[in-house]
């Protein structure tokens, strides 16, 4: 059977879809944007777990605990939203993936992971990323080379929240394309 991304609106010059997932009550969505910049630039920034307090502003912590070779690592972060339903932290520990292809097209995957250095904390909920990554492709625009970028995620937030909330909160996630480029392209 085959799982399609629907559309569910644009903004802020980000096309965001939406993709049930047959054996999940956790939507998948996916934000796709041009970045007006060469792929080696937005690739630079997106494979750096650490540049991701410039575009993400719910990010309160992240700390590398375990790279395991060039391009593979564990990642502890914590999360905390001010403005929104969900106000106790989340924390996440996840494999973080990098590769460039020959086509030059360069992909950024993660996914949960239990690890002895990511323990769980008191007053943190932990939440679960199913699949999150980022892909740079090269995309030719007036005769410039820019960055065509997507970026998927599915993720349980975890604790007492309804899942139609948890999935309304993940639908805003896509916009990181548009915070990633507000950074990339005031700099």
Known sequence: MLFIHRFQCVEKDVLILKKSMPNSKFDGFMGKGIINLPPSIVWEAVKDSRTRFTYDNMLKSLDIVEEIESGLHI?????????????????????HCEREDSSGKFIVAGRSIEHPRCPLKPNVVRAYVIASGWQIEPLQQEGRTVSS??????VNL???????LL???AKRQPLAVAYLREYLTSS
């Open 167 to 169: 999935n309304l909160i």
């Open 149 to 154: 970028v997507s970026y998927l995620v599915q």
């Open 75 to 95: 990642v502890y972060c914590v999360h905390e939203a001010k403005n929104c339903f969900v106000k106790q932290a989340r924390d996440l520990c996840y494999l």
């Open 158 to 164: 975890g604790g007492m929240v309804p899942v139609r």
